[in-house]
């Protein structure tokens, strides 16, 4: 079975500073990828997805993600974070196989706190 | 375009209750799929549905139900609650040809007491 692992439960950075937030995934095959981030009492909003071909995909509000086969790893980047992205981040997988249709596997989550 | 909307936005329930919450698509999406999001974990898929017919499923049990409409809104059911089942209800809908890009309402806030 798919899963989805993300290693760090709490980050802070200080405005301005670059981010990375790590995504390592388990699956036979290559998966389909997203990001998604969730702001407090809100739904997720979706940052970025990849499905095949260059490995470096952008997303909105200035995100990007690099997909690593060799390493099972699709880490969330931001060179410069506001401190409007402060919020919870979750990584998730899709069955590209087609076996579990509709079905996205989620990490844990990671809070991201932003300090002035 | 208009979002994934959900209703209620919270809601109060006794153990051994049943509960209906409801979910529109996002405008030209046919397909729509339900989370439970548990208090400090990620989204669990709950199920999909397209054409009105459950179209997969997560590992939940019968007692969870669905229902798609002709116009593509949906409604989850959950009978006999139980306290575990406080969460956050999320509704995605997506179209069925890339039904893994999907795109969440605000969800729905579930208290069994």
């Known amino acids: 079975a798919q899963s989805v692992t993300q290693p760090d439960i709490h980050i802070t950075v200080s405005e301005g500073a670059s981010l990375e937030l790590r995504c390592n995934y388990s699956?036979?095959?290559?998966?389909?990828l997203f990001w998604y981030v969730q702001s407090p009492g809100q739904g997720l909003q979706l940052l970025l997805k990849?499905?095949?071909?260059?490995?470096l995909v952008q997303g909105i509000k200035g995100f990007e993600a690099e997909f690593k086969r060799s390493q099972s790893s699709f880490n969330l980047r931001k060179p410069s974070v506001h401190w409007s992205d402060a919020a919870e981040y979750f990584c998730?997988?899709?069955?590209?196989?087609?076996?579990?249709?509709?079905?996205?596997?989620f990490g844990q989550g990671t809070i991201l706190t932003v300090h002035p | 375009e208009t979002g994934v909307t959900q209703s209620p936005t919270h809601l109060i329930k006794t153990r051994g209750q049943q509960v209906t919450l409801r979910c529109s698509s996002q405008?030209?999406?046919?397909?729509v799929s339900w989370y439970q999001q548990a208090l400090g974990q990620g989204p669990q898929f709950i199920f999909q549905?397209?054409?009105?017919?459950?179209?997969g499923r997560g590992n939940f049990p019968p007692r969870f139900s669905g229902l798609q409409f002709p116009n593509y809104s949906s409604e989850l059911n959950v009978n006999a609650l139980e306290l575990d089942d406080s969460a956050l209800y999320l509704c995605?809908?997506?179209?069925?040809?890339?039904?893994?890009?999907?795109?969440f309402g605000p969800g729905t806030r579930l208290t069994v007491t």
């Open positions: 995605a809908s997506s179209l069925m040809d890339n039904e893994y890009e999907q795109y």
């Open positions: 699956y036979g095959a290559t998966p389909y």
């Open positions: 990849y499905f095949s071909g260059d490995t």
């Open positions: 998730a997988v899709g069955d590209a196989g087609g076996t579990s249709y509709g079905k996205l596997t």
């Open positions: 405008s030209g999406h046919n397909t």
């Open positions: 549905y397209y054409r009105e017919e459950e179209n």
